[in-house]
Every structure is written in structure tokens, then in C-alpha cells.
């Protein structure tokens, strides 16, 4: 059984219905119960929308997301940026790795660092592009555990490139 993403069919699916749905995705014993309770508190405390979190403020609309139950800042900056187009950077693996190889963000940086490190460097209208940018440089060239340096098209730059250069 399919479910439309509306909070009171989710609050009152069952569980063993939505795992189904959801397990390409990953994690989603604990994932599926999650959407559960989300769906019922958004039903219950904000009358089944999103409206009034996403319409708040940047810093009080994450703080309002991340206090549901397995709400993180990568989920809540993802909302935040596609449905209530904030400009914000969401953090995800391939973003974080990218920053890091790149030197953007020191290789231990949180999730704030790296989103705040990016989002210095890039003016508020190319935040998006360049998050799905990234996502996709990472997913083909800047591969997690082998790079693609050799077409890479920054690794002369790169101070983690691991592509031999010449030396002239």
C-alpha cells in the first residue's frame, strides 16, 4: 500500500505498511515508527502543515524541526532549503567530503562548519545550485574511497588530490 505524504494518513498508518515504502532509503525500522510520530505531532500541535515552522525565521524554524523526534540539522536544512527556500547549504555525505578535500572546511569540521564555511564563500541564490552540484561532483569524480582525480577537473589545485604532477 502506497501513502500519500499527508500527516494524518501517516499518523495513522501502520507501521509494517510504511516500511515497505520507505526501505530503499535505508534505516527503516527505526525510520518508519519516526515518520509516525512526526506525522502525529505535525497533525496534532501545527493542524497537519508544515506552514507554520517553515515560515519562521532560518534559526526558529531549524530549532522548531530538529525538536521532532529524529529531526536532525542535514533533515531540517533540506526542508528548509527546498520547501521554504531558505538559502541554506544542507550538509550532506558528499557535500562534507568535497568541502573537506578541498580545504573549505578543516577536516574535522561539524555539520555547522562545513554549512557555514560554504555558504561564507557563496551569495544566497547559488546556495541550492551549488548543493546539488556538489552532490553530483561527489557521486562521479570526488568519490568517497577512490577519487577520480585524474579527471578531476580542480586537482591541480586540490590539496588532497592524489594525481601525480609533472614537474616542468
Do not use: W
Not at 494524518?8 to 525510520?31: E, F, M, Q
Not at 546556495?127 to 578531476?152: D, E, M, Y
Request: net charge positive; aromatic share 4%.
Amino acid at each position: 500500500m502506497r501513502y500519500k505524504i499527508i500527516p494524518t494518513v501517516l499518523a495513522a498508518a501502520n507501521v509494517a505498511d510504511l516500511i515497505p515504502c520507505i526501505r530503499s532509503a535505508g534505516l527503516y525500522r527505526s525510520k518508519g515508527p519516526r515518520i509516525k510520530e512526526v506525522s502525529r505531532i505535525i497533525q496534532e500541535e501545527y493542524g497537519g502543515r508544515l506552514a507554520p515552522i517553515l515560515d519562521l525565521p532560518y534559526a526558529r524554524a531549524k530549532e522548531s524541526l530538529m525538536a521532532l523526534p529524529g529531526v536532525g540539522p542535514k533533515t531540517a536544512d533540506i526542508l528548509l532549503a527546498f520547501c521554504a527556500n531558505h538559502p541554506v547549504i544542507p550538509v550532506d555525505t558528499h557535500v562534507a567530503r568535497v568541502t573537506k578535500r578541498l580545504g573549505i572546511a578543516p577536516k574535522n569540521a561539524t555539520y555547522e562548519t562545513v554549512r557555514t564555511s560554504l555558504e561564507a564563500l557563496i551569495t544566497p541564490k547559488r546556495r541550492i545550485p551549488l548543493h546539488l552540484s556538489i552532490i553530483a561532483f561527489g557521486r562521479q569524480i570526488c568519490k568517497a574511497p577512490k577519487p577520480r582525480c585524474a579527471s578531476c577537473p580542480v586537482s591541480s589545485t586540490c590539496p588532497s588530490s592524489n594525481v601525480q604532477r609533472e614537474i616542468s
